[in-house]
Every structure is written in C-alpha cells, then in structure tokens.
C-alpha cells in the first residue's frame, strides 16, 4: 500500500506487481527487476497521472522531506522527498539500482516514482526520488 500524507489522509493506493499498460490500470505499478521495499537498491514505482484513478496526479506537490509510506507485508517502509526532475520519456536510467549511473553498485535503498507530464501527454516524465527514513515492523 502506497500512503503520501501531503496528498491527504484518503491518499492510499495498492502497487500492483508490473508498470505495463495492463498493470498500471490497476493502481501504482512497481517496476519488475527493481528493488522491493526497503531492499538496497532502487524501488521503483509508476502511475497514471490522469486516467485509471490517476494515483499520481498531485506528484507535482510534493516537497523535499515529504513522507513516502510503503506498507509491505513485512513492515512499514518510510522515505523522505530527496529531490524531483522532470527528464524525456524515452530515459530509463532513473529506475536502475543507482538512479542515472547504470554501472554503479547500489549501497543504499531508494524510491523512485515515475509518471507522464504534461496532464494527458507522455511529452516528459517527472521523477521523485527518495531515501529511507524509518522502518517499522509489521502493522495492522
């Protein structure tokens, strides 16, 4: 379950295994091959902005030191805001182990979440990375 609580108390969307078209009309989509939550390495996730309940229209809004909740089923994971970018939507880089350096090893866990910009176009990709901030054990 995905919770960012600078889009509100009912901002809570369940990540579907996948970021193909299929997938993404399901909620939030976490990227194959990439890292699971808490995990070292890049745990990349990626939603519509505008169609299939849009989980990712407001990205825009979110600020350095934002919260990222994941709810695994191990623990709670939560990330802070790093930085944002917006970059053209054929760059994939971003959702490697160590985001934009391919042939670096990772030392650390990470989320990345990726959309489509502007509203209704694939002209651009904004990007939120984050880095670890609490880990709690599994809750109800």
Known sequence: MLRIP???PDYKYAIVEG????ELRKGP?????????????NFA????????????TRINELRH??????DAT?????????RQEIIGPTRTDVVNPVPE????RPSQAL?????????????ERPVVYGVPARRAGRHT
């Open 6 to 8: 600078r889009l509100g």
């Open 19 to 22: 970021a193909d078209s299929e």
């Open 29 to 41: 989509g976490h990227y194959p091959g990439t890292a699971m939550p808490g995990q070292i390495g």
């Open 45 to 56: 996730i990626s939603g519509h902005r505008t169609t299939y309940s849009a989980p990712f």
């Open 65 to 70: 030191g934002d919260d990222i909740v994941v």
């Open 74 to 82: 191990d623990a709670r994971y939560t990330y802070q805001v790093i």
């Open 101 to 104: 350096h391919p042939a670096q």
């Open 111 to 123: 989320i990345t979440m990726t959309t489509c910009d502007p509203k209704y176009s694939a002209q």
